[in-house]
């Protein structure tokens, strides 16, 4: 299991043979003069053949350095991916594997087809740590901007907001239910006044007899005054 530290140290080896080969590649184009270049090119069957030299050249050599510091690797990495596929497309494909075979030079595809995989591992993140990208992504990590702390309080605020809106609001106690009163027994029964033995059924009513009418029909007598007493 490789460890961070070492992978990261290997990658700014890495990252130093192949800078160091684009560069000669590239300022070799260059010394031979764009023109020249393109006429190779031209002869190559590669289509825009002066502005494909530009490019070759001048990415190669530029390209070739930020490889080496580490600087816009994603950017780096993908151009120079760029530049090796047009070479592996227009001049090399057709041309078989090795560069030299034999004793034969052949003008393989090897050597673009190994830049071009190296080229896009480092546009792809494989370049360590150990690169001008990462210093200045820590040194903005360590010296914040002067609009930093209203960022803060600004992200403060929303999180509050965030945390009152997520936080459940108590819902009102409902008053409490008087106590319910027992049910009613349906086998219980009303109590009915008792019938009088004296009482007469009339057209399915019972008639209360007439000396019960009379008791209850008569006024009261008032008792007897002492002074109605004959003497």
Excluded: C
Excluded at 128 to 154: N, S
């Amino acid at each position: 299991m490789r460890t961070r530290p070492l992978y990261d140290v290997v990658a700014v080896l890495a990252r130093l043979g192949v800078g160091i080969v684009f560069m000669a590649h590239g300022w070799q184009k260059i010394e031979a003069g764009v023109t020249a270049t393109g006429r190779s090119f031209d002869a190559l069957g590669v289509p825009l053949p002066t502005a494909a030299a530009v490019y070759s050249a001048f990415v190669e050599l530029l390209g070739g350095a930020a490889l080496i510091v580490g600087l816009g690797l994603p950017v780096t990495g993908a151009l120079l991916f760029i530049d090796m596929a047009g070479a592996f497309i227009f001049v090399h494909a057709d041309q078989g594997l090795f560069m030299v075979d034999g004793g034969t030079v052949q003008d393989g595809y090897e050597l673009v087809l190994a830049l071009g995989m190296a080229s896009l591992l480092f546009a792809a993140g494989g370049g360590g740590r150990l690169t001008l990208d990462q210093w200045v992504i820590a040194k903005r990590v360590r010296r914040p901007g002067p609009g930093d702390e209203d960022e803060d309080d600004a992200a403060s605020f929303v999180e509050s907001l965030r945390e009152a809106e997520l936080k459940p609001v108590k819902k009102p106690r409902r008053p409490s239910k008087p106590p319910a009163l027992p049910a009613p027994d349906p086998s219980e029964k009303p109590d009915k006044p008792a019938d009088d033995p004296d009482d007469v059924l009339v057209a399915g009513r019972r008639k209360p007899s007439q000396r019960r009418r009379a008791s209850t029909t008569q006024p009261a007598k008032r008792p007897a005054d002492d002074t109605d007493t004959p003497n």
